[in-house]
T-cell receptor, first 111, second 113 residues
Framework: DAKTTQPPSMDCAEGRAANLPCNHS???????VYWYRQIHSQGPQYIIH???NNETNEMASLIITEDRKSSTLILPHATLRDTAVYYC????????????FGSGTKLNVKP | DVKVTQSSRYLVKRTGEKVFLECVQD?????MFWYRQDPGLGLRLIYF???????EKGDIPEGYSVSREKKERFSLILESASTNQTSMYLC????????????FGPGTRLTVT
């Protein structure tokens, strides 16, 4: 039931920007785009969310296309500690029942 | 920093045993959740609680019960463990109003043999 499509894996050089794409062509008007990541053997960690405007916080930037059918998570200066599986999720605000993580993108940050 | 802790990282139990998984959060959050994570299925909500002594069923409550006697603690109980309950169990918490993000614990990898 995953409503998002992400590439299975990506490589990024340490210190460079990592751009992780996500397609969510069936997103509804009341659904937000959330990004989480999961480092091996740990619980998911919230990164950022957005509805239709681009967002930035201390961890990352989120770029959402005007038609809202896709988005890109940007880690501006990737470090080795950013190696993780990144999940793009769409859901209504505060609807914690529906948490379809899908397969995510395994980001490998290399020295 | 919000901290959500879970009583065990790894647990091995036998079929038919009663299993208790404990979760504690230190940020005075009203909402607490129990999920299980299985490959290809993402996270599935088992139970959640909006307040002390309050509980609501999630998508897959069968075979589980919960207890919330104190605000900071939310327990998941497997009344009679079965092999199909082998999974990663994740606890999470949020504040009540307007919260976008859930804070997750490190998870408990439960194996039922």
């Amino acid at each position: 039931d995953a409503k998002t499509t992400q590439p299975p894996s990506m490589d990024c050089a340490e210190g460079r920007a990592a751009n992780l794409p996500c397609n969510h062509s069936t997103i509804s008007g009341n659904e937000y785009v959330y990004w989480y990541r999961q480092i091996h053997s740990q619980g998911p960690q919230y990164i950022i969310h957005g509805l239709k405007n681009n967002e930035t916080n201390e961890m990352a930037s989120l770029i959402i296309t005007e038609d809202r059918k896709s988005s890109t998570l940007i880690l501006p200066h990737a470090t080795l500690r950013d190696t993780a599986v990144y999940y793009c999720i769409v859901r209504p605000h505060r609807n914690f029942n529906k948490f379809y993580f899908g397969s995510g993108t395994k980001l490998n940050v290399k020295p | 920093d919000v901290k959500v802790t879970q009583s065990s990282r790894y647990l091995v139990k036998r079929t038919g045993e009663k299993v208790f998984l404990e979760c504690v959060q230190d940020m005075d959050h009203e909402n607490m959740f129990w999920y299980r994570q299985d490959p290809g299925l993402g996270l599935r909500l088992i139970y959640f609680s909006y307040d002390v002594k309050m509980k609501e069923k999630g998508d897959i409550p069968e075979g589980y019960s919960v207890s919330r006697e104190k605000k900071e603690r939310f327990s998941l109980i497997l009344e009679s463990a079965s092999t199909n309950q082998t999974s990663m169990y994740l606890c999470a918490s949020t504040t009540r109003a307007g919260s976008y993000e859930q804070y997750f614990g490190p998870g408990t990898r439960l194996t039922v043999t």
